[in-house]
């Protein structure tokens, strides 16, 4: 047995005006989501998960452990990405890269970062337009998701991993040490649901094996189950039924 990876969850100060900038940046629509204040993305592509958007009441405190690599298929096609997001409301971002480097770095309408990479990358080479989720962790947590989710590795070296699905769409990728401190929970999190059989205890139980502890975030009686990788990144297993 597998979890599929559902859904990638931004918690927002404003869900609908999150939505709308990534909207409008990856070309998606928007769609009802099953928490009335919440507000989900549909790929329109080989991406395979949607995105969700979720209220919060806290604010953004350091750079978050997960990004998109946005990928340009021209230096024409880079420029225009960016030009878009800025439109939309996002803003270029200075988290030490060299004048060298081919990527523009930006943040969205609430300070999330993400990367439009220049053409040309071989990593992202065969991806669509989110090469990648590029993320703060270790090797181990690499080998975790592999497992969690039955993708392979395609990427071992020096620490660093990635998994990428069968079925195509982004490289989930982790840059192995030194990882940052961590400031509080993470902004991003994964929702994922049980395999075939869809056996929600049967998925938990299997994810604890692989070295995921379950989490107490003070949610009451909920349908889903609240978890942390190895690394301490957060996640949840769906209730599909």
Known sequence: ???????????????HRLA??????????????????AIALLPNDDTGFRIRFLPTQEEKSGPNQMHFDLTSASLEGQEQTVARALELGGRHIDIGQLPEEGQVVLADPEGNEFCVIEPGNNFLADCGFI????????????????????WPLVWDQDQETAIRSPHGGPKISWGGPPLRPRTGKNRLHFDLTPGVDGDQQAEVDRLVSLGATRLDLGQGEVSWVAMADPDGNEFCVLNPR
Not at 3 to 14: E, I, K, M, R, T
Not at 140 to 150: C, I, K, M, R, T
């Open 20 to 37: 709308g900038f990534w909207a409008g940046v990856l070309g998606w629509k928007t769609a009802d989501d099953p928490r009335g204040d």
């Open 131 to 150: 090469g990648a989720l590029s993320s703060d962790g270790s090797q181990q947590v690499g080998y975790f998701w592999s497992e969690a989710l039955g």
């Open 1 to 15: 047995m597998t979890s599929n990876l559902s859904a990638l969850c931004f918690d927002a100060n404003d869900p």
